[in-house]
């Protein structure tokens, strides 16, 4: 069941170009937090419907440091066969402690870049402290994909999108990827432009399963091959 927000009953995905996305979101407020739980779970759903596992309220217009991650989201379980069903975390005023290990190279997806992935470079590992819905500070951390939808979520925060983290050259080359993806009709959850085929990659912002199996009937679903990059 959708919480309606006083933000609106149409919380939407805010795709690139929207200048939206290129600002600095502000710090959330103790007395927000009411308003920020409702945002929070609408920002859920919305992330789920659109196949992600990470969304930043940044990517729904609102400029406010809140994030929900999934990152586990779809995945098989070894042991079960089962996708693992939603869990969603939400971080207010998220902030990186630390980030260490290997940088490694992997294409990323977003649900405000259809159409495209692109090759981002991510630290290993991250420390986070953030304030949960209840405004209990917490701090903890993440390796390996977590971390990276993490870093991928807080770069959102700081008005940085994937093209922002490209060097130019490449930032020129990705980008008339997406203009071509969004002409031939991409929209958010899109990962390949409409008519290719999709490698169905593990990227940030999409989970592995489809969203028709992936709120209610989890237990049951049988979900894709997982490639995990
Ligand atoms: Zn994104």
Same mark, same amino acid.
């Not at 990152?71 to 066969?81: H, M, Q, R």
């Not at 912002?205 to 489809?210: K, L, R, V």
């Given at each position: 069941m959708l919480f309606r927000t006083s933000y609106g009953e149409d919380l939407q995905i805010v795709v690139a170009?929207?200048? =939206? #996305?290129?600002k600095k979101a502000e710090l959330v407020g103790i007395e927000e937090l009411p308003k920020m739980k409702a945002l929070a779970t609408e920002m859920a759903e919305l992330m789920y419907e659109t196949m992600g596992c990470g969304l930043a309220a940044t990517q729904v217009g609102? #400029?406010? =440091?809140l994030i929900v991650v999934d @990152? +586990?989201?779809?995945?098989? +379980?070894?042991?079960?066969?089962e996708p693992s069903p939603p869990d969603p975390h939400f971080l207010i005023n @998220?902030?990186?402690l630390r980030l260490w290990g290997t940088k490694e190279l992997m294409d990323e997806g977003c649900l405000s870049v259809p159409g495209i992935t692109v090759p981002i470079e991510r630290y290993e590992s991250i420390e986070v402290e953030a304030f949960d819905l209840d405004g209990n500070m917490q701090v903890f951390e993440a390796d390996g994909f977590a971390a990276r939808v993490l870093q991928h979520e807080i770069d959102h925060l700081e008005g940085m999108t994937l093209f922002e983290r490209l060097d130019p050259l490449l930032r020129i080359e990705a980008i008339q990827l997406y203009e071509d993806a969004l002409a031939a009709g991409a929209k958010p959850g +899109?990962?390949?432009? @409409?008519g290719q085929e999709s490698t169905r990659k593990r990227v940030p912002?999409?989970?592995?399963? @489809?969203i028709e199996e992936a709120v209610s009937t989890v237990s049951s679903a049988v979900a894709p091959p997982v490639t995990v990059p």
């Open positions: 170009p929207d200048p =939206r #996305l290129l609102i #400029l406010k =440091r @990152p +586990d989201w779809g995945i098989l +379980d070894e042991e079960s066969g @998220p902030v990186i +899109d990962t390949t432009a @409409p912002e999409q989970a592995a399963t @489809p």
